[in-house]
């Protein structure tokens, strides 16, 4: 599983954006910027597809 999908999973859970943001840094072993730019990228797909 890729960050995107395990993020649009969490979020599918109603997760909140930190505990999507430390789960994220947990599961991948990102640092907190890093994790929050793989969440910047989910967003900015979703966005793409809401046009």
Do not use: W
Not at 20 to 36: C, D, I, K, P
């Amino acid at each position: 599983m890729d960050p995107i999908d395990f993020i649009r999973d969490k979020f599918s859970q109603d997760c909140a954006i930190e505990t999507v943001l430390h789960l994220v840094m947990a599961h991948f072993h990102l640092s907190e910027e890093e994790a929050q730019a793989e969440i910047n990228a989910y967003f900015e797909i979703v966005e793409g597809y809401r046009g």
